[in-house]
Protein backbone atom coordinates (compact mmCIF):
# COMPACT_ATOMS: atom_id res chain seq x y z
CA UNK A 1 0.00 0.00 0.00
CA UNK A 2 2.90 2.35 0.77
CA UNK A 3 3.82 2.96 -2.69
CA UNK A 4 -0.07 4.30 -3.70
CA UNK A 5 0.56 7.57 -2.79
CA UNK A 6 3.74 7.87 -5.25
CA UNK A 7 1.98 6.38 -7.92
CA UNK A 8 -0.77 8.65 -7.98
CA UNK A 9 0.31 10.59 -10.52
CA UNK A 10 -0.89 7.66 -12.38
CA UNK A 11 -3.73 9.04 -13.46
CA UNK A 12 -6.75 6.56 -12.14
CA UNK A 13 -8.51 7.55 -9.23
CA UNK A 14 -6.62 6.26 -5.45
CA UNK A 15 -9.66 4.26 -4.74
CA UNK A 16 -9.42 2.53 -7.71
CA UNK A 17 -5.49 2.09 -7.19
CA UNK A 18 -6.22 0.59 -3.85
CA UNK A 19 -8.74 -1.59 -5.00
CA UNK A 20 -6.19 -3.06 -7.84
CA UNK A 21 -3.67 -3.64 -5.47
CA UNK A 22 -5.82 -5.72 -3.09
CA UNK A 23 -7.37 -7.54 -5.86
CA UNK A 24 -3.53 -8.19 -7.27
CA UNK A 25 -2.38 -9.12 -3.31
CA UNK A 26 -5.28 -11.45 -3.40
CA UNK A 27 -5.06 -13.38 -6.63
CA UNK A 28 -1.10 -13.89 -6.03
CA UNK A 29 -1.73 -15.23 -2.61
CA UNK A 30 0.09 -13.04 -0.41
CA UNK A 31 -3.13 -12.91 1.31
CA UNK A 32 -5.86 -16.01 1.09
CA UNK A 33 -9.48 -17.13 1.80
CA UNK A 34 -10.18 -16.51 5.19
CA UNK A 35 -7.23 -13.96 5.64
CA UNK A 36 -8.15 -10.51 7.47
CA UNK A 37 -7.80 -7.59 6.03
CA UNK A 38 -5.65 -4.96 8.10
CA UNK A 39 -8.11 -2.23 9.88
CA UNK A 40 -9.08 0.86 7.27
CA UNK A 41 -7.18 2.96 9.58
CA UNK A 42 -4.35 1.15 9.10
CA UNK A 43 -4.89 0.93 4.92
CA UNK A 44 -5.68 4.76 5.21
CA UNK A 45 -1.70 5.38 7.35
CA UNK A 46 0.17 3.70 5.41
CA UNK A 47 -0.78 4.10 1.97
CA UNK A 48 -1.14 7.96 3.38
CA UNK A 49 -4.88 8.34 1.49
CA UNK A 50 -8.18 9.34 3.49
CA UNK A 51 -10.45 6.26 5.19
CA UNK A 52 -12.96 7.41 3.13
CA UNK A 53 -10.57 6.45 0.20
CA UNK A 54 -10.29 2.80 1.50
CA UNK A 55 -13.70 2.39 2.60
CA UNK A 56 -15.10 2.51 -1.04
CA UNK A 57 -12.04 0.39 -2.67
CA UNK A 58 -13.25 -2.00 0.38
CA UNK A 59 -16.77 -1.66 -0.60
CA UNK A 60 -16.36 -2.53 -4.02
CA UNK A 61 -14.43 -5.16 -3.57
CA UNK A 62 -17.00 -6.28 -1.05
CA UNK A 63 -19.84 -6.58 -3.61
CA UNK A 64 -17.34 -8.19 -6.20
CA UNK A 65 -17.47 -11.27 -3.86
CA UNK A 66 -13.44 -10.67 -3.27
CA UNK A 67 -13.85 -9.51 0.32
CA UNK A 68 -16.38 -10.85 2.99
CA UNK A 69 -17.18 -8.43 6.04
CA UNK A 70 -18.38 -10.10 9.40
CA UNK A 71 -19.87 -8.00 11.52
CA UNK A 72 -17.89 -6.63 14.90
CA UNK A 73 -15.01 -8.70 13.60
CA UNK A 74 -13.43 -7.00 10.53
CA UNK A 75 -13.01 -7.61 6.43
CA UNK A 76 -11.92 -11.01 5.15
CA UNK A 77 -10.67 -12.74 2.12
CA UNK A 78 -13.56 -14.43 1.06
CA UNK A 79 -13.62 -18.05 0.98
CA UNK A 80 -12.75 -19.85 -2.66
CA UNK A 81 -15.68 -21.75 -3.53
CA UNK A 82 -15.50 -25.27 -4.33
CA UNK A 83 -18.30 -25.79 -6.55
CA UNK A 84 -20.28 -28.97 -5.96
CA UNK A 85 -21.75 -30.78 -8.51
CA UNK A 86 -24.74 -32.37 -7.77
CA UNK A 87 -26.42 -35.34 -9.63
CA UNK A 88 -30.47 -34.60 -10.40
CA UNK A 89 -30.89 -38.59 -10.90
CA UNK A 90 -30.53 -39.56 -6.95
CA UNK A 91 -32.87 -38.56 -4.02
CA UNK A 92 -30.33 -37.70 -1.28
CA UNK A 93 -30.55 -35.48 1.04
CA UNK A 94 -28.17 -32.31 1.88
CA UNK A 95 -26.33 -34.61 4.92
CA UNK A 96 -25.89 -37.82 2.93
CA UNK A 97 -24.64 -35.52 -0.39
CA UNK A 98 -21.48 -33.58 1.54
CA UNK A 99 -20.74 -36.55 3.34
CA UNK A 100 -20.64 -38.53 0.24
CA UNK A 101 -17.87 -35.33 -0.72
CA UNK A 102 -16.30 -35.95 3.07
CA UNK A 103 -17.37 -32.66 3.62
CA UNK A 104 -18.29 -31.53 7.34
CA UNK A 105 -22.18 -30.53 8.11
CA UNK A 106 -24.04 -28.28 9.80
CA UNK A 107 -27.06 -26.08 9.82
CA UNK A 108 -28.21 -23.34 11.74
CA UNK A 109 -31.93 -23.23 12.35
CA UNK A 110 -33.53 -20.51 10.82
CA UNK A 111 -37.26 -21.87 12.11
CA UNK A 112 -38.83 -24.85 13.31
CA UNK A 113 -42.01 -25.41 14.74
CA UNK A 114 -46.13 -25.76 14.15
CA UNK A 115 -48.05 -23.59 12.03
CA UNK A 116 -51.30 -22.81 10.35
CA UNK A 117 -50.64 -23.68 6.59
CA UNK A 118 -50.07 -21.42 4.34
CA UNK A 119 -52.88 -21.84 0.90
CA UNK A 120 -49.81 -23.47 -0.99
CA UNK A 121 -48.72 -25.72 1.89
CA UNK A 122 -52.46 -26.73 2.29
CA UNK A 123 -52.38 -27.33 -1.23
CA UNK A 124 -49.15 -29.36 -1.83
CA UNK A 125 -49.64 -30.77 1.41
CA UNK A 126 -53.16 -31.88 1.55
CA UNK A 127 -53.61 -30.23 3.95
CA UNK A 128 -56.99 -28.88 5.83
CA UNK A 129 -57.31 -25.84 7.86
CA UNK A 130 -57.97 -26.83 11.09
CA UNK A 131 -54.77 -29.20 10.41
CA UNK A 132 -51.10 -27.86 11.63
CA UNK A 133 -47.99 -27.84 9.68
CA UNK A 134 -44.54 -28.59 10.41
CA UNK A 135 -41.73 -25.85 8.95
CA UNK A 136 -37.90 -26.83 9.40
CA UNK A 137 -36.00 -23.97 7.90
CA UNK A 138 -32.57 -23.92 8.25
CA UNK A 139 -28.86 -22.60 6.76
CA UNK A 140 -27.22 -25.79 5.24
CA UNK A 141 -23.77 -25.06 6.02
CA UNK A 142 -20.50 -27.78 4.33
CA UNK A 143 -16.91 -27.12 5.93
CA UNK A 144 -17.73 -23.76 7.46
CA UNK A 145 -19.14 -22.16 4.18
CA UNK A 146 -22.82 -21.17 3.54
CA UNK A 147 -24.28 -23.25 0.68
CA UNK A 148 -28.23 -23.37 0.58
CA UNK A 149 -31.71 -21.81 2.86
CA UNK A 150 -33.87 -24.52 2.99
CA UNK A 151 -37.26 -23.91 4.03
CA UNK A 152 -38.96 -27.72 4.03
CA UNK A 153 -43.00 -28.02 5.00
CA UNK A 154 -44.48 -31.34 6.29
CA UNK A 155 -47.76 -32.59 7.54
CA UNK A 156 -47.55 -32.07 11.34
CA UNK A 157 -49.35 -35.71 11.53
CA UNK A 158 -45.59 -37.23 10.93
CA UNK A 159 -43.48 -34.42 11.74
CA UNK A 160 -45.19 -33.45 15.42
CA UNK A 161 -41.69 -32.58 16.85
CA UNK A 162 -40.02 -30.68 14.09
CA UNK A 163 -37.36 -29.53 16.47
CA UNK A 164 -36.75 -32.94 17.16
CA UNK A 165 -35.32 -33.87 13.87
CA UNK A 166 -31.37 -33.25 15.17
CA UNK A 167 -28.78 -32.76 11.86
CA UNK A 168 -31.02 -34.57 9.30
CA UNK A 169 -34.76 -34.35 8.21
CA UNK A 170 -34.22 -37.61 6.09
CA UNK A 171 -32.51 -39.37 8.47
CA UNK A 172 -35.54 -38.52 11.49
CA UNK A 173 -38.71 -39.63 8.56
CA UNK A 174 -36.48 -42.89 7.88
CA UNK A 175 -36.78 -43.41 11.84
CA UNK A 176 -40.38 -43.43 11.66
CA UNK A 177 -40.78 -44.69 8.16
CA UNK A 178 -41.71 -41.90 5.69
CA UNK A 179 -38.54 -41.44 4.19
CA UNK A 180 -39.28 -40.25 0.27
CA UNK A 181 -39.11 -42.36 -2.38
CA UNK A 182 -39.51 -40.23 -4.86
CA UNK A 183 -39.17 -35.98 -5.74
CA UNK A 184 -40.44 -33.58 -8.50
CA UNK A 185 -37.68 -30.51 -8.15
CA UNK A 186 -38.22 -27.79 -9.91
CA UNK A 187 -35.22 -25.47 -10.29
CA UNK A 188 -35.22 -21.41 -11.34
CA UNK A 189 -32.82 -19.06 -11.51
CA UNK A 190 -33.36 -15.86 -8.74
CA UNK A 191 -31.08 -13.29 -7.68
CA UNK A 192 -30.61 -13.02 -3.85
CA UNK A 193 -32.01 -10.77 -1.91
CA UNK A 194 -30.96 -8.50 0.82
CA UNK A 195 -31.56 -11.04 3.48
CA UNK A 196 -30.84 -14.63 2.10
CA UNK A 197 -27.63 -12.87 0.55
CA UNK A 198 -26.16 -11.86 3.99
CA UNK A 199 -27.07 -15.74 5.73
CA UNK A 200 -25.15 -16.72 2.92
CA UNK A 201 -22.22 -14.55 3.31
CA UNK A 202 -22.63 -13.59 -0.64
CA UNK A 203 -22.86 -9.56 -2.19
CA UNK A 204 -26.87 -9.37 -2.30
CA UNK A 205 -28.25 -9.42 -6.00
CA UNK A 206 -25.69 -12.05 -7.21
CA UNK A 207 -27.02 -15.17 -8.64
CA UNK A 208 -28.84 -18.12 -6.91
CA UNK A 209 -31.08 -20.64 -7.70
CA UNK A 210 -34.34 -21.08 -6.12
CA UNK A 211 -35.71 -24.67 -5.93
CA UNK A 212 -38.27 -26.58 -5.29
CA UNK A 213 -38.62 -30.27 -4.20
CA UNK A 214 -42.14 -31.82 -4.22
CA UNK A 215 -41.53 -35.84 -2.28
CA UNK A 216 -43.67 -39.09 -2.02
CA UNK A 217 -43.86 -41.82 -0.36
CA UNK A 218 -44.49 -45.33 -1.81
CA UNK A 219 -48.21 -45.31 -1.76
CA UNK A 220 -47.86 -41.73 -3.41
CA UNK A 221 -48.77 -39.32 -0.72
CA UNK A 222 -46.89 -36.04 -0.55
CA UNK A 223 -44.76 -35.74 2.29
CA UNK A 224 -41.86 -33.03 1.37
CA UNK A 225 -42.64 -29.46 0.26
CA UNK A 226 -39.24 -27.69 0.14
CA UNK A 227 -38.47 -24.82 -0.97
CA UNK A 228 -34.19 -23.87 -0.92
CA UNK A 229 -32.05 -21.18 -2.19
CA UNK A 230 -29.18 -22.23 -3.16
CA UNK A 231 -25.65 -19.80 -3.92
CA UNK A 232 -25.44 -20.02 -7.73
CA UNK A 233 -21.30 -19.54 -7.84
CA UNK A 234 -21.30 -22.94 -5.64
CA UNK A 235 -23.39 -25.20 -7.44
CA UNK A 236 -23.71 -27.52 -10.69
CA UNK A 237 -26.32 -29.62 -11.12
CA UNK A 238 -25.88 -32.80 -13.90
CA UNK A 239 -28.71 -34.64 -15.11
CA UNK A 240 -27.58 -37.94 -17.49
CA UNK A 241 -29.61 -37.69 -20.43
CA UNK A 242 -30.45 -41.04 -22.78
CA UNK A 243 -31.60 -41.91 -26.15
CA UNK A 244 -35.10 -43.49 -24.91
C1 LIG B 1 -31.98 -31.72 0.19
C2 LIG B 1 -33.32 -31.35 -0.41
C3 LIG B 1 -34.36 -30.99 0.61
C4 LIG B 1 -34.38 -31.98 1.76
C5 LIG B 1 -33.01 -32.07 2.37
C6 LIG B 1 -32.94 -33.05 3.53
O1 LIG B 1 -31.19 -30.64 0.45
N1 LIG B 1 -33.18 -30.26 -1.36
O2 LIG B 1 -35.62 -30.99 -0.05
O3 LIG B 1 -35.31 -31.57 2.73
O4 LIG B 1 -32.09 -32.50 1.39
O5 LIG B 1 -31.63 -32.97 4.04
P1 LIG B 1 -31.22 -33.46 5.47
O6 LIG B 1 -31.69 -34.88 5.62
O7 LIG B 1 -29.75 -33.32 5.52
O8 LIG B 1 -31.90 -32.59 6.49
Redesign the pocket.
Known sequence: FATLKQSSQSGAPLYLQLRKSIEDAVNRGLIGPGDALPSERDIATKADISRVTVRKAVQDLVKGGILIQRHGSGTFVAPRMERVEQSLSRL???????ARRGMA?R?AWLDRGLYAPSPDEMMVLGLSSNELVAR?A?L?IANDTPL?I?R?ALSASVLPDPAG?G???????ELTGHRPVR?V?RISAANLGDSDARLLEVPPGIAGLH?E?I?YLASGKVI?F?R?I?RGDAYDFVAELRLS
Open positions: TSFTEDMVSVRRAEAISSLYAALAQIRSETSY
